[in-house]
Structures are given as C-alpha cells and as structure tokens.
C-alpha cells in the first residue's frame, strides 16, 4: 500500500513510542509492548484458513480479495506507535457500504510467526438500518483494525467476536465513530493470548446514542488488557458503557478506559462500569474507570469498577439447589456473558455465546478458588 496515510504511518513508526505516558501509581497500562516489539519485524510466512461456519462474506486471502487501498481513518497515528504500525504495515484491507438487514462477516485466520496487519472499514450510511455480526480469529502476530462508521441517523446492531488461537502477541483495534442522530447497540466478547490488547474507542455526534458492553476472558498464563474509551463530542448524546472480564490460573485480565465529554458535548449523559472477577488466588484483574468532564452542563455522568470472588452466599444457594460448585461458577458466569448480549439479536450473537462458554469452561476446567468473599471496589 503506498497511500498517503501509509506513508505518513511509516514516518510515525519510526519515531513515536508504543506508550506516550508512563506509568505512573495512579495510571498504568496493562499491555506487555515488549513482546509486541519483539514480533515486530520477525521474519517468516504466513498461511490463511478459512473459518467455519456459514457466513455471508469471508474477507482475507481465503475469501474476497483487498479491494481498499486505506486513505483515511479515525485513529491518531500520532498517539501510540501501535497505530502508526497497524497502518504502516497493512497487508490488506477491505471497505464495506452494507444497505441494510443482517450481515455475518468472517476474516480470514492468519497463521504464523510474522507481523501481519489487516484493516476493514464499514459505512454504514444515513438512515440505514443493518445487524452485523464480525468474527475476527488470529493465530499471528500483528493488528486486525475493525472501525465502523454509523452516519446519520443510521440504526446499528453490531457485534464482534475476538477469537486469538496462539500464544502470540496481537492487538484488535476498533473504532465505532456515530454521525448525527446515530444508534448503535454493541458488544465484543474477546479470548485472550500471550498478550492481547483490545483497544475500543467509540466517537458520538449530536443526538447520537450507543450501548456498549464487553466481556473478555484470560486463563493458563493469558493477559488481556481491554481498553474502553468514549469521547462525546456533540450535544445531547448518550453512552451506555460496560465491560467484564474474568482471569483464571496464573493469567492477568484488565478492563478499564477513559469516558470523555468535551465543552460541547452539553445536555449529555454517560455511565461506565468496569468489572473483573479473580477464579484463583494466583489470578490478577484490575479495573480503572476514568471521566474527564469539560464541561458543566450535562444530564448525568457516572462510573463505577469493582473487582471481586464470587460471594460465598451466591455459591451457598446455588449448591443447596442442587448444583455443584463448578455448576455454579458456570451459571455466574454464563448470566454475565448474557447480560453483555442482552438486546442484539440473536442471528448476530449466537456465535458469540458459543465463545463465551468455550472460555467459561476453559476457565472452570483450569484451577480456580472461589471460596472467598467478594472485595468490591468504588
């Protein structure tokens, strides 16, 4: 690809670091760039397999060929080499205009040991109304970027199945940016790797509404590190966001991000709540729910996280039920895998669901020490 906007990302890549702000006590980052550094420019090949499933598009070199050369996009090159990468090193890109009604997409699985990048814009267009559901699997290091643009007045249910299956490192970059009087109802139901960083960004115009929720796993040595951020940029919008995660074994699960409304987002509301849950004591979760406010004349802003073990009187009538106790975790677990589809349709979230209990089980199947009383934080 040799556009201006791949140029300019070479440039950056260069020069910029994976993280422009260091750590700090009150602020960290989760996400382990050295391995992504140590991957950047391995050499090797890489081999596609076509997913399972009946879909009604597969998109990669096993399916319908690049037909994007990349000119434009949401993302800051200038904020995180992460981006500057994804587009410097694009192998392929795809550019959708769905004109309604209900879409399954499938990307081709990447396999190998070299950096393979891929990018797919979707336009959804004024006063369209569509369900998309988009089934993302790596087993490769590198970037998939999924930015989704949901312009005026349209009406979106979307959901996206992040599936890694390799110990690699990989980041998942998506973007949902609402034009005027946007609706969209969204969820992300994410497996972990090595090091998997989901990194979500929705972008809200006037009189624009979204619904987010997301609910990503890690087990045997995993890190998922999930950021959710939000920034309102016109008046009377409204963002409903949430995400869950849960670690077993020696594995690290982070939910956290940054809601923003800027001075012109006024008459606005949001709400973000982040939550993990620990199977084992040896797991690690943590949660970091941010607001940045700037201005005074809004309807509502709220956040709250919480990082807990199943609570034993949970566990205790559940039991007394009938259930054994991994019977029991299973059954937490799988409402709060619901709750995050709660309200897309179910042609578009029965793949999800599938994941989520592939993962739950994984989880019950590997160590874990429930018994013990839940430490909420708020």
Same mark, same amino acid.
């Given at each position: 690809?040799?556009?201006? @906007? ?94 309604? %009604? &209900?879409?399954?997409? $499938?990307?081709?699985? +990447?396999? %190998? ?14 006063? !369209?109304? $569509? ?29 996206? =199945? ?53 609910? !990503?796993?890690?087990?045997? %040595? ?17 963002? !409903?966001?949430? %995400? ?7 594995? @690290?699960?982070?939910?956290?991000? &940054? $809601? =923003? #409304?800027? +001075? ?14 620990? #199977? ?67 042609? =578009? ?14 989880? =019950?199947?590997?160590?874990?020490? +429930? ?5 909420? @934080?708020?």
């Amino acid at each position: 690809m040799t556009s201006p @906007l791949v140029e300019r990302a070479r440039a950056l890549a260069a020069t910029i670091k994976w993280q422009q702000v260091a750590d700090s006590p009150t602020t960290k980052n989760y996400t382990n760039w050295r391995l992504f550094e140590e991957y950047l420019n391995r050499k090797g090949d890489v081999s596609f397999m076509a997913p399972q499933g009946s879909w009604d598009l597969v998109l990669g070199p096993c399916g319908s060929a690049y037909n994007y050369d990349i000119d434009e996009s949401v993302l800051d090159l200038s904020a995180s080499k992460l981006y500057a990468v994804h587009i410097a090193k694009l192998d392929g890109a795809h550019k959708l205009e769905p004109e309604g %009604g &209900t879409y399954r997409i $499938a990307l081709c699985r +990447p396999e %190998g040991n070299r950096w393979y990048s891929y990018h797919l814009l979707i336009n959804v267009n004024d006063n !369209v109304k $569509a369900n998309m559901l988009i089934y993302a699997p790596r087993a490769a290091p590198g970037t998939t970027g999924i930015e989704v643009r949901a312009k005026k007045g349209s009406e979106l249910n979307l959901m996206v =199945i992040v599936d890694p299956q390799a110990e690699l490192p990989m980041a998942f970059i998506l973007r949902r940016a609402l034009g005027v009087r946007a609706r969209v109802r969204s969820s992300v139901v994410a497996g972990g790797s090595i090091m998997t960083r989901i990194d979500e960004q929705s972008l809200l115009n006037a009189g624009s509404v979204i619904v987010h929720r997301s609910f !990503v796993a890690a087990s045997d %040595g995993q890190a998922v590190d999930d950021i959710i951020d939000t920034v309102q940029t016109g008046y009377d919008s409204t963002a !409903v966001v949430s %995400g869950f995660g849960f670690s077993s074994g020696k594995s @690290l699960v982070s939910v956290r991000g &940054t $809601a =923003i #409304m800027t +001075p012109n987002s006024v008459h606005s509301s949001s709400n973000f709540v982040v939550e993990a849950l620990l #199977m084992s004591d040896e797991s690690r979760a943590y949660t970091m729910p941010m607001m940045r406010i700037d201005t005074g004349d809004i309807v509502a802003a709220s956040h709250r996280a919480a990082q807990y073990r199943v609570p034993l009187d949970q566990l205790f009538y559940l039991e007394s039920r009938g259930l054994s106790e991994p019977e029991a975790f299973e059954l937490i677990l799988r409402g709060k895998l619901m709750a995050s589809l709660e309200g897309l349709p179910p042609e =578009i979230t029965a793949e999800a669901e599938n994941l989520g209990m592939r993962l739950i089980k994984k989880a =019950i199947e590997g160590s874990f020490t +429930p018994r013990q009383e839940a430490q909420a @934080l708020s």
